[in-house]
């Protein structure tokens, strides 16, 4: 009689444990999670939440953001390349002008001599 008492007297001090199911369809996005949650009690406590997919509207939307998204990706990738052209460009302008310029100095030294 004991152990029966001391099993019943453990089992309800047991921690409350919660079970956690989630159904997703994937064609629509819908989403239902179910949570199962027995109390120290001993009673049950179901908590169901639910979740539609996106609508038509909700769908044009999200799309739209991912086509700005990636419209701004290109721009930025595109002005990276720019700027890096450009700075190519600078840098060999300037060796150039320097290059002409030791040519012309060597010149003048050698019409001195």
């Known amino acids: 009689m004991n152990k029966l008492l001391l099993a019943a007297a453990l089992l309800f001090a ?6 956690t199911t989630t159904v997703k369809n994937e064609a629509t996005g819908a989403k ?8 120290d ?3 049950v406590r179901v908590q169901q939440d639910s979740r539609t997919g996106r609508t ?9 953001a991912q086509d700005t998204k990636m419209a701004s990706k290109k721009v930025a990738n595109g002005s990276e390349k720019v700027a ?3 700075v190519k460009g600078t840098k060999k302008a ?3 002008v320097g290059n002409t310029a ?7 030294e050698d019409a001195v001599d």
Not at 56 to 64: I, R, W
Not at 102 to 108: C, E, F, I, L, S
């Open 32 to 39: 239902t999670t179910t949570e199962v949650k027995v109390r």
């Open 41 to 43: 009690n001993g009673t």
């Open 102 to 108: 030791k040519k012309g100095a060597n010149k003048v």
């Open 94 to 96: 300037g060796k150039a």
């Open 84 to 86: 890096k052209k450009a």
């Open 14 to 19: 047991a921690p409350a444990v919660a079970q």
């Open 56 to 64: 038509k509207a909700g769908e044009a939307v999200n799309d739209a």
